[in-house]
């Protein structure tokens, strides 16, 4: 039939395009929300929806025949609530409508309820004992039922036993949610709901000695007490220990007739019932105080009790421990005297019968409590280390020694340095303790180092104001620098945490700090500086002719040694002036130039001049005379001996001393003049002779000898011997002073081994 008035409808939608000239139509749908439920459209049934094209103004009717409908889903009720369209409600059952273009849709609404099903039991021979019931929505229900209820409503269950039954909860399912014996429900469906009842089994509950109570599902019970508990079920049995009875006795657990732990599950597993009984210990009431009161003890090797008030088992032991020294709440220290029980601070205690109260009694003792801001510090008690905060306890009246560490290295360039103690010496605290608290604080400053270099290395001389044998300086300080060119260095300017060109400057050492002084090279030729090649001699002036050295600090880039005849005046970028002539240069370095002077150059006060490349000329005075004897040393295992030789011409040594009798060759320069006149720049000649013209003398050990010759040594320049017999009466077996005497000047004294 559905499919004839489709057709029909099709049939008429045509008809319509056939006679439009006379007649206009209007499309219009009927439906029900939820879709495929019954109406009634001008008299014909419908279950689907319903589209039809109608005449413009004519009228039609719309009817619900069944308000309340099932057919669409298991256990599922649709009611109807009324007609609406694009306009809103359509009143009346039935409607009637006037086609209208502006309302193409007409609903039949309907309200959907879901079952609620109650499943008690299955019972197939009515009727069936009910076991209990179920309430819903405040009506109670005691059977197999369907109660509706609007889609998505929240219902909740709760459940009651009747007499020899007991509830023991829901069974789990969807849209459900069970809370205790409360089950919450969410109509988002047709639901079944299963309350699980159960026979009741009688349990009785005893302890010995009786009238004691247990706890039974959590509740606390005086016994003798009965219990209606499903079989099988289960349920939490437990101990409620300690407690008294009426007589004012404590009892402690001791065992259930089931074998379980003090609070354990029970589950009833015998038909008709059964008995569970607990047995309770004496016990006894051990009270715990302290003379002075709050005091901290350790019992059972817990020491944070909320008191020490305990009920323990008659006969049973425990370990209960007072500390030998304790510090109370305010911080005042106590000592262990005894306890009412005379055991000692630590003893096994054995509970007697009807229990007891213990005291433990202390004695007011000193309390040191040594604080510091540094965590951790680590001091000295009577020779005992101890990490701050650290409490010493002793008795009133006691001395005590403490020591601080007086520096503690933070990292290479800061430490903490002690900053001493009150009352105390250095970083020593020795002091009798009073009653009550004694505070000593160990602190400590921060010190900074202050790093200082010069460049080059050896150019500066520093003053520092404070000065610091370390380098370190309190971090509050500010530190003074002056520093002083050594001879030939000029102050350039600082670097690093200095700054400018002023030789003084001032650093605040808040942090370690590093300066740097710069300067810059220049020549530089000391006082006396222009002396006798040999080495330091009696006579302050240099001879005609002789080998000069020149003493200073940057007087050439590097050493140079030039050619032994013909000399050069000019080597490494070095001349020396003097008189106004370049004198021969044996050889040039920083800090020694070796040069001849020439044989006529005037006596009397001079002086000379040193010019290197890319230095400015340095100039020194020095005093000419006509003799300046020097005699050259040798250097054996750090000892200076003469430059002597033997006849064979080998060196005259402590392993190869003098021999009486023998002529010896003894050399130095600044002899004076010659027979023939000294050569400038050139070595002696083998011939003619240059002999020493002025009187010359020699003295060995004290004894004086004739020279047999003194002359220019020849292929040398400046260079000059003196030839001598070492007659017998100079001792032998010894290191022999001797030395020269020309023309009334001496020489310096060196040392001659003899055999």
């Given amino acids: 039939m559905r499919r004839f008035l489709i057709n029909f409808a099709v049939l008429g939608l045509l008809f319509a395009a056939r006679v439009g000239a006379q007649s206009i139509g209007t499309a219009v749908t009927v439906r ?59 009143p009346g059952n039935p409607a009637i409508i006037t086609a209208d273009p502006a309302i193409p849709e007409y609903d039949a609404n309907f309200n959907t309820q879901f079952a609620l099903s109650l499943s008690f039991y299955s019972c197939s021979t009515p009727p069936c004992q009910s076991p209990g019931s179920v309430m819903v929505g405040g009506t109670p229900y005691s059977s197999n039922t369907d109660i509706y209820f609007p889609a998505g409503a929240a219902v909740p269950l709760t459940a009651t036993p009747n007499p020899g039954w007991v509830f023991s909860g829901w069974v789990p399912a969807g849209n459900q949610t069970i809370v205790g014996y409360t089950d919450n429900v969410v109509m988002n469906g047709p639901t079944v709901v299963y309350p699980i009842f159960q026979t009741a089994q009688a349990v009785n509950l005893v302890t010995v000695p009786p009238g004691l109570q247990v706890m039974a599902d959590n509740v606390p019970t005086p016994t003798p007490a009965t219990e209606q508990w499903g079989l099988d079920t289960t349920h939490s049995v437990g101990a409620l220990t300690p407690q008294q009875d009426t007589s004012g006795n404590w009892w402690i657990f001791g065992s259930w007739s089931d074998g379980g732990a003090s609070t354990h599950t029970f589950t009833p597993n015998t038909v008709g019932g059964q008995t569970l009984t607990l047995t309770y210990a004496a016990a006894g009431g051990v009270t715990l105080v302290t003379v002075p009161p709050g005091l901290d003890l350790t019992v059972d090797g817990r020491s944070n009790w909320p008191n020490y008030n305990f009920v323990w088992g008659v006969g049973t032991t425990h370990q209960i421990a007072a500390p030998v020294q304790v510090l109370d709440a305010q911080g005042n220290a106590w000592g262990f005297s005894s306890w009412s029980n005379g055991g000692a601070a630590s003893q096994s205690y054995v509970v007697p019968a009807g229990g007891q ?63 001493g103690w009150p009352g105390g010496s250095g970083t020593d605290w020795i002091q009798p303790l009073g009653p009550g608290i004694t505070t000593l604080a160990a602190n400590y400053h921060l010190m900074n180092l202050l790093s200082s270099t010069a460049s080059p290395a050896n150019a500066a001389s520093w003053t520092f104001q404070p000065a610091a044998a370390d380098g370190f300086y309190d971090a509050l300080s500010s530190v003074t620098v002056t520093v002083t060119g050594q001879p030939g260095y000029s102050f350039s300017n600082w670097a690093g945490d200095l700054s400018g060109s002023n030789p003084t400057g001032t650093v605040s050492m808040n942090v370690p700090r590093s300066i740097e002084a710069v300067f810059t090279k220049s020549p530089y030729i000391g006082p006396a500086g222009v002396t006798n090649a040999a080495g330091e001699t009696p006579q302050a002036g240099v001879a005609p002719g002789s080998i000069v050295s020149i003493f200073g600090v940057n007087l050439a880039a590097a050493t140079a040694v030039g050619p032994a005849s013909p000399m050069v ?11 106004g002539s370049l004198l021969p240069l044996y050889f040039v370095s920083p800090t020694q130039i070796n040069v001849q002077l020439p044989p006529d150059f005037a006596l009397g006060p001079a002086s000379l001049t040193v010019s290197a490349t890319g230095q400015a000329p340095v100039s020194a005075s020095f005093t000419v005379v006509q003799d300046a004897p020097g005699l050259f040393q040798q250097s054996v295992n750090g000892q200076n001996y003469a430059l002597v030789l033997h006849p064979d011409g080998s060196l005259v040594t402590p392993a190869s001393p003098a021999q009486q009798g023998e002529t010896l060759t003894l050399y130095g320069t600044g002899f004076g003049p010659t027979s023939t006149p000294r050569l ?55 290191n022999a002073n001797l030395y020269v005497t020309l023309n009334g000047q001496n020489s310096n004294i060196v040392v001659l081994p003899v055999q």
């Fill in 680 to 734: 400038e720049g050139f070595a002696i000649p083998a011939t003619p002779s240059f002999t020493i013209t002025d009187p010359l003398s020699l003295q060995v050990a004290g004894v004086a000898i004739a020279p047999q010759a003194a002359f220019a040594l020849p292929g040398s320049v400046g260079v000059d011997v003196v030839q001598f017999q070492l007659v017998s009466g100079v001792p032998s077996g010894a």
């Fill in 32 to 90: 029900t929300i939820p879709n495929s439920l019954y109406f009634w459209v001008d008299g014909v049934q419908y279950s689907d929806n319903f589209a039809a094209v109608w005449p413009v103004g004519s009228q039609h009717t719309l009817w619900i025949e069944v308000p309340v409908q099932d057919a669409v889903q298991f256990k599922t009720i649709y009611t109807f609530t009324g007609w609406t369209d694009a306009n809103g409600s359509v």
């Fill in 569 to 579: 005046q000019t080597l490494g970028g070095v001349t020396v002036t003097a008189g």
């Fill in 357 to 419: 109260r213990l005291t433990v009694t202390y004695t007011a003792m000193a309390h040191l409590s040594i604080t510091s801001p540094i965590a951790g510090l680590s001091v000295t008690v009577d020779g005992t280390a101890c990490a701050t905060p650290c409490d010493v306890i002793r008795a009133i009246g006691a001395t005590v020694h403490v020591s601080a560490p007086a520096s503690l290295p933070i990292n290479a360039t800061s430490r903490e340095d002690f900053s």
